[in-house]
T-cell receptor, first 112, second 118 residues
Framework: GAGVSQSPSNKVTEKGKDVELRCDPI?????LYWYRQSLGQGLEFLIY????????KSGLPSDRFSAERTGGSVSTLTIQRTQQEDSAVYLC??????????FGPGTRLTVL | AQKVTQAQTEISVVEKEDVTLDCVYE???????LFWYKQPPSGELVFLIR??????QNEISGRYSWNFQKSTSSFNFTITASQVVDSAVYFC???????????????FGKGTKLSVKP
């Protein structure tokens, strides 16, 4: 069956521009998570969705970061006014309620 | 606060050697999950195992085995007879259990890069 998919796989943008990253979870998975992986910080949690609501946004690093999930499925992570420190690989994971998280291939974001 | 420590940054072994990756965790929760993920050079995180804090039985899956000891807050991972394909970064992670039994976000260690030479 299909795993978690993310698009784009690579994104290069200029400082100050907005970007949108998309995640398609495994069909039927109610929980969706966003993480980012950077050399300096390792793997960091950003936000968690249960259905369409986000009970835990504690990992979002600033108010430039936001995310939404619609129809209990696709999620979009938006970064406004990108900065060079936003450069990282953004990973999405999904799971059933109490099961293990399965990760997508990630979006590599480079901010010039 | 929750924390996962993987003290070994990099390990290099020769094929067929056994290797153990260490993981020490901190949490105030009495119920939690522990995980190991593998990240090969291709970059995608691959789930290996999840353990519930109430289940301290060691587990073996082929060449892989895991030793969970609550007394020392450790969840170590051993690869027996390592192979070149085992070369990857291995992450240990911890998550809380939310109300209703759902799994919280993962707290990752910094990872251990394993290189297996032929």
């Amino acid at each position: 069956g299909a795993g978690v998919s993310q698009s784009p796989s690579n994104k290069v943008t200029e400082k100050g521009k907005d970007v949108e990253l998309r995640c398609d979870p495994i069909s039927g998975h109610t929980a969706l998570y966003w993480y980012r992986q950077s050399l300096g910080q390792g793997l960091e949690f950003l936000i968690y969705f249960q259905g369409n609501s986000a009970p835990d946004k504690s990992g979002l690093p600033s108010d430039r970061f936001s995310a939404e999930r619609t129809g209990g499925s696709v999620s979009t992570l938006t970064i406004q006014r990108t900065q060079q420190e936003d450069s990282a690989v953004y990973l999405c994971a999904s799971s059933l309620l109490a099961d293990e998280q399965f990760f997508g291939p990630g979006t590599r974001l480079t901010v010039l | 606060a929750q924390k996962v420590t993987q003290a070994q940054t990099e390990i290099s072994v020769v094929e067929k050697e056994d290797v153990t990756l260490d993981c020490v965790y901190e949490t105030r929760d009495t119920t939690y999950y522990l995980f190991w993920y593998k990240q090969p050079p291709s970059g995608e995180l691959v789930f290996l195992i999840r353990r519930n804090s109430f289940d301290e039985q060691n587990e073996i899956s082929g060449r892989y085995s895991w030793n969970f000891q609550k007394s020392t807050s450790s969840f170590n991972f051993t690869i027996t007879a390592s192979q070149v394909v085992d070369s990857a970064v291995y992450f240990c992670a911890l998550s809380e259990v939310n109300y209703g039994g759902s799994q919280g976000n993962l707290i990752f260690g910094k990872g251990t890069k394993l290189s297996v030479k032929p």
